[in-house]
């Protein structure tokens, strides 16, 4: 592929994957299109082989970049992850934009070009859409089964993301191609980071989202994945992304609010029980500007464990009541997350 002028950048994130990066990155140049592609590696100090294969193997062929995570101050695998995604944008230069992990892959050949091509005939658009498959790393060949089971995905057309979050739910980063928008690949000193719910909510904007009837694109379920390293308890509350993506994009408050109910229960009723909050999920959360996780500790203060029994029995009477007038979620957001944003919808 050529990488002159690119009219698509493919980001690839990796850490001691050689092999399956090697899928990963050949699935991606295996891609037959009529304009250059833009294939970035950004790899952080892998110890597998990882570097010289890309500076020998793909010269010429890969844009490899390497980043140390070790030198920045994360708490999990995930964190790390994102500083290293960050690195790897601040390359992409195409005016579409894909980003993959090292260990998943695509199945097709013509894929990048059905997605350019309906970007660039629906310039209402800032996302194109497809579904996706999961697999488990140590049988990647079994039939590949559709995930997500939305009828809206099983045709071609435009929603918004009213849409996508209500009837469709969350999707894998690599599952969208985006229109390249550069203000968003700078680090945020927010806490919010760079997984694949969060990359949507900063991209959707307030825009339409086009569909494809496709599934080219495998997710695969690694040993070494992000979870390997963490606790349930840690697992339990990191993967919550409602709160992050309603900070991110408040114009999908109210959707991501009432789909997600259970989340404000879950996070209130730990803290109102003092059940144990990790050191690491303390330092972590602790530079989110979101009250609901910024707050969770084991010693939490009086005036906050009062806010957290609010947030608990308001959602309690959302949920037992099946309230949904944007009145009430309005106060749920401003005692769970903060003050409400001038163009949050509820």
């Not at 109910?261 to 059940?275: N, Q």
């Amino acid at each position: 592929m050529n990488t002159s002028t690119p009219k698509l950048s493919v980001v690839i994130i990796s850490h001691n994957q050689r092999e399956v990066l090697r899928r990963c990155i050949e699935s991606v140049l295996q891609q037959k299109t009529t304009f250059p592609v833009q294939v970035i590696v950004s790899d952080d100090r892998s110890t597998d082989g990882t570097r010289e294969m890309l500076t020998e193997e793909y010269k010429n062929r890969v844009i490899a970049t390497f980043f140390d995570s070790d030198k920045c101050d994360t708490t999990f695998t995930l964190e790390r992850s994102s500083y290293n995604r960050i690195n790897g944008l601040q390359y992409a230069t195409g005016k579409y934009l894909i980003n993959i992990d090292g260990d998943d892959f695509f199945t097709s050949t013509d894929l990048f070009q059905a997605m350019v091509d309906t970007l660039e005939a629906h310039p209402e658009c800032t996302l194109c859409c497809q579904n996706y498959c999961v697999v488990d790393s140590y049988n990647v060949n079994v039939p590949h089964v559709v995930q997500n089971k939305s009828d809206l995905l099983k045709q071609n057309r435009i929603i918004d993301g009213q849409m996508l979050y209500s009837q469709v739910g969350y999707l894998p980063a690599a599952c969208f191609m985006a229109r390249n928008n550069k203000s968003l690949t700078e680090i945020e000193e927010n806490g919010i980071p760079y997984d694949d719910n969060t990359i949507t909510a900063r991209y959707i904007g307030d825009c339409k989202i086009a569909i494809l009837n496709r599934c080219d694109f495998v997710y695969v379920q690694y040993g070494s994945s992000t979870c390997a390293s963490m606790t349930e308890e840690e697992k339990s509350i990191l993967f919550l992304p409602e709160f992050k993506m309603m900070k991110l994009n408040p114009l999908y408050a109210g959707v991501l609010m009432r789909r997600n109910l259970g989340a404000f229960t879950f996070v209130s009723r730990k803290a109102i029980k003092s059940d144990y909050i990790s050191s690491k999920l303390q330092t972590y959360f602790g530079k989110c500007d979101i009250f609901i996780l910024n707050r969770l500790s084991n010693q939490i203060c009086f005036s906050d464990r009062l806010r957290y029994r609010m947030i608990y029995l308001w959602t309690y009477l959302l949920f037992g009541l099946h309230i949904k007038r944007p009145f009430f979620y309005r106060i749920l957001y401003r005692l769970a997350i903060g003050k409400i944003p001038k163009e949050a919808r509820f």
